[in-house]
């Protein structure tokens, strides 16, 4: 700025000193200091113009990362960026943003323990005898995350689960085998366009409210009854954005056509695309009062989605499962089996779902309603087909009671926990209402058996969340869930299943 001034000055009394020489003055003098003047500009010229070269250079932000040498993309050689934080993990960027790399990855430890009074556990058929549910530490969740972008445009994904049950067998299994690698999702995108994004790969479908919630960010443990009607994961392609000032979301697509609560753990449906079972699923989510003045109002969404299949075959459910992941429901026969059901053409799924979120409350409710056509080979050659309507309803609560605000995708602590300094982290108290109702006919034309399959379970569950940071949280649930209309031989309780009480309890490492 002072050379600049020099400059200006210099160039002022160079343009009005021929005005303020009297008429008489020596001309070569004066031709002598115009000169001299005329130097003295070019000399400052020089030294403004190394400055400005030299000012991007003595700003450029430092750290840790290092200039790297001049390309062809990057003609500047201008630094990559390196961070590590709560909220990113472990991150790698280049200085225009069109490459990157963040690790992170999270692991949740599962402690579950059964009422000793009122286990009853799983159930064999062939022989009518009963097994107990299985208490047990568990380490439920081990994901790494691999996740960045490449040329700009392109978003990529990948998170490999080394937990339990991802060997997609029972989930009541204890032993080592239980544990497996499992391909959880494995997706790109292109985003060149925000309201239109393509994506492509396996990753959750669009459907169900609680299950598009990260694990991270659930409020329980466990996910309610709801999504044993729900498609999980699937390999598909999706197009999907947000409208209107991100006031609507919505995602279509064609996948493979998971079967109801297929491989929730890991794996991919087996339905058979080449024969025509693709499933179309939609989704749309409004949040219309999000950038209005109307603050009780901001944080309501609600929404509708619905899938449609044509599947046939032996890609039917092998379960319905309670809070504590115990069998409840099947259907007759081992799939492909002679004799067992199957599907016989078209699935419609539909869900009216909706949150709200206020200050530190929050509120999430869907319905489920699951249309599918089943068939097996009665005597002879003769099918016996149906179309059940099955129905799951759920209703959940949370407080935050430290005044955080809660929100879908969880909660972050005003204060990290550090008993020095009197902080202990964000406590929230949360609850939970579900309910699935079976189709009575499905029993009545022995699609399914009375003795192995209760028709009906309803559940509620009361838990504690304790954020001792934005990457620590412990969970405590209560469950209890009643069963109706179905029992198992053995167990004598009025013709019902015995009631599931259930104590769960979680530590969650979470990393970006």
Do not use: C
Request: glycine fraction near 10%.
């Amino acid at each position: 700025m002072k050379s600049f001034q020099r400059v200006l000055a210099a160039l002022t009394l160079a343009a009005f000193l021929p005005m303020s020489v009297p008429a008489f003055a020596d001309t070569a003098s004066i031709e002598q200091r115009l000169a001299d003047l005329e130097a003295q500009v070019a000399e400052l010229k020089t030294e403004l113009q190394q400055q400005k070269q030299a000012a991007p250079q003595a700003t450029a932000p430092q750290g840790p990362a290092k200039s790297i040498n001049p390309t062809a993309a990057n003609p500047a050689g201008l630094p990559a960026y390196v961070t590590a934080n709560a909220k990113d993990g472990f991150a790698i960027k280049s200085a225009d943003g069109d490459y990157s790399l963040k690790i992170g990855g999270y692991t949740q430890v599962l402690g579950r323990e059964f009422d000793s009074s009122n286990k009853e556990g799983g159930f064999n058929s062939a022989t009518l005898t009963s097994y107990d549910e299985d208490s047990a530490i568990l380490l439920r969740r081990a994901r790494l995350i691999l996740q960045g972008t490449v040329a700009g445009n392109f978003d990529y994904y990948l998170q490999p689960d080394f937990g339990y049950n991802n060997n997609f067998t029972s989930i009541t299994a204890t032993s080592t085998s239980a544990y497996a690698p499992a391909l959880q999702d494995v997706w790109i995108d292109y985003k060149q366009f925000p309201d239109f994004v393509i994506k492509a790969g396996k990753f959750k479908t669009p459907f169900d409210l609680e299950n598009l919630q990260d694990s991270r960010y659930t409020d329980f443990v466990e996910l309610g009854l709801t999504n044993n009607l729900s498609p999980q994961r699937d390999i598909g392609v999706q197009v999907g954005g947000n409208l209107y000032f991100d006031w609507i979301q919505y995602a279509a697509g064609v996948f493979n056509g998971a079967a109801d609560h297929e491989n929730p753990y890991g794996g991919t449906s087996t339905a058979n695309y080449e024969n025509g079972n693709a499933t179309g699923v939609g989704r749309i989510f409004a949040t219309p009062f999000k950038d209005t003045d109307i603050k009780p109002l901001q944080g309501f969404g609600v929404g509708f989605a619905a899938s449609y299949g044509k599947e046939k075959g032996s890609d039917i459910p092998t379960s319905y499962v309670t809070t504590g992941q115990e069998p409840f429901f099947s259907y007759n026969g081992t799939p492909g089996a002679a004799g067992a059901v199957q599907n016989d053409g078209p699935q419609l799924r539909t869900e009216p779902q909706a949150y709200y979120y206020y200050k530190s409350l929050g509120l999430l409710v869907e319905k489920v309603n699951d249309q599918e056509s089943l068939e097996y080979q009665g005597t002879g050659n003769s099918y016996v087909r149906y179309k059940p309507n099955n129905k799951a309803y759920g209703a959940q609560a949370s407080y935050v009671l430290t005044g955080e605000d809660a929100t879908y995708n969880g909660v972050t602590p005003k204060y990290d926990f550090d008993p020095k300094a009197g902080h202990w982290g964000a406590f929230e108290v949360a609850g939970r209402w579900d309910q699935l109702k079976l189709d009575p006919t499905i029993f009545s034309e022995n699609f399914a058996n009375l003795n192995s399959s209760a028709s009906e379970a309803t559940e509620w569950t009361a838990g504690l969340n304790w954020y001792l940071n934005k990457n620590v949280k412990v969970v405590f649930d209560y469950a209890h869930t009643d069963f109706d209309r179905g029992s198992f031989v053995a167990s004598g309780n009025n013709g019902n299943r015995k009631t599931e009480d259930l104590f769960l309890t979680m530590l969650q490492l979470n990393v970006g």
